[in-house]
């Protein structure tokens, strides 16, 4: 299954609700402030580390760039749209709001 988070960790708990119900071997793809997770050392960077543990994670490489987030938490692998429709396209896609 592929889980997309589109919203900030640090304003809302979609990321963590997203890291509790997902299954070894789901997707996790931050897009838009989504991607806000993915900064290494941020307060939400153990949260990330769990996720890691037992999904792949995908951060949108257009959001990243549009919040400037280049240094990365280690194991976040960067997706470009191409990217994004090819994981849609082959996974059955839950989105948290």
Same mark, same amino acid.
């Given at each position: 299954?592929?889980?997309?988070?589109? /919203?900030?960790?640090?304003?809302?708990?979609? %990321?963590?609700? !997203?890291?509790? $119900? &997902?299954? @070894?071997? +789901?997707?996790?793809?931050?897009?838009?402030?989504?991607?806000?997770?993915?900064?290494?050392?941020?307060? /939400?960077?153990?949260?990330?580390?769990?996720? %890691?543990?037992? !999904?792949?994670? $995908? &951060?949108? @490489?257009? +959001?990243?760039?549009?919040?400037?987030?280049?240094?990365?938490?280690?194991?976040?692998?960067?997706?470009?749209?191409?990217?994004?429709?090819?994981?849609?396209?082959?996974?059955?896609?839950?989105?948290?709001?």
């Amino acid at each position: 299954m592929l889980h997309t988070v589109n /919203k900030s960790p640090f304003q809302n708990t979609t %990321l963590e609700s !997203c890291v509790r $119900f &997902a299954r @070894s071997g +789901d997707v996790i793809l931050l897009i838009e402030d989504g991607v806000l997770a993915a900064q290494a050392g941020n307060v /939400k960077k153990n949260l990330l580390e769990e996720a %890691l543990q037992k !999904c792949e994670v $995908f &951060a949108l @490489s257009a +959001d990243l760039k549009a919040r400037a987030l280049t240094d990365l938490v280690p194991g976040v692998k960067i997706t470009d749209y191409s990217g994004f429709v090819d994981l849609v396209e082959h996974n059955t896609t839950h989105s948290w709001l």
